[in-house]
């Protein structure tokens, strides 16, 4: 059983961010999303943290506060936080930082990560929710022999169609999603864009941002995505596809472009769900597997206010 873990509340401004990402680097469940900077770019640097006085055991809290009541919500373009160690995150663990959290949110609607194993309890709710991986061999060329034959007949499809790979823009992406795909999303803001490309440059300048896409024989580009290089992973953060994309194959042919394009110490494609069963049987299709993790729910808001949303 691990040993009492004496724990912190540190505010953002307080927080030594260089340290923070040096040893989120080293730990073996690190993820993008709790680095200091990935947090500043989705959360507009309101975020505070449960950490050790070793910084040993990191917990990036992305509070916010409404009607005077502080919440702790999972941002958006955020798919897992919760602890993370060069330990392992027991249920001992996770159980005193949970019992912090309590402590100081009384609305609470946080994913925790793959790694951290959390009990279940009469006191709050959870939810196991589906992320997909695929693994990649190192031949690059045999990650095909992975995909299903609608995947392979959708390659064949773009290359009859002369689709070409290529390096594209986070604007570019986000216009293919605004003209297919915004308007069947329910309560979406613009601001969501402003996030989104804040992240990708913040990104980028630290080499883990990538945009790539496909093009057709006119040079207009069908679809794109946004990939996050972190260590061995890379993850399919964030894409956009047109009609013509759809008809023609282009999304199939640029995650098989990604993956023979991406750095040979990429192992891990994290596709990042999905809860949609569509959109798992798409991932499945490449061979991907679940990965999955705990999302927990504790609403202990006054009556009146059970209807605050993030």
Known sequence: MSSKIK??????DQINRIKWDEVLLQMPNSLPYAASWYLDA???????ALISPDYNYLMPLPSKKKL????LPTPLFVQQLGIFSNNDCDENTCNQ???QIKANYKLIEFNFNHFNKIQESSNYSLRERCNMILHLPSDRLLAAKQFSDNIKRNIQKSVGNELKFGATSIRSIINLFQEN???TIENWKVENY???ERLYHMSALRGYGKAFGMYNT??????GAFFMEWKNRSIFLF???SEEGKQTGAMAALIDGYIRECRPEIEILDFEGSDNQGLKRFYQSFGAIEANYVHLKLNRLPFFLRWLKK
């Open 7 to 12: 724990l912190q509340f540190i505010k953002c």
């Open 42 to 48: 989705v959360t507009g640097d309101q975020w505070d």
């Open 68 to 71: 005077g009541n502080r919440y």
């Open 97 to 99: 930082f949970i019992n």
């Open 181 to 183: 795909k915004e308007a």
């Open 194 to 196: 402003n996030i989104l």
């Open 218 to 223: 006119n040079g207009r580009l069908l679809c």
């Open 239 to 241: 894409s956009g596809n």
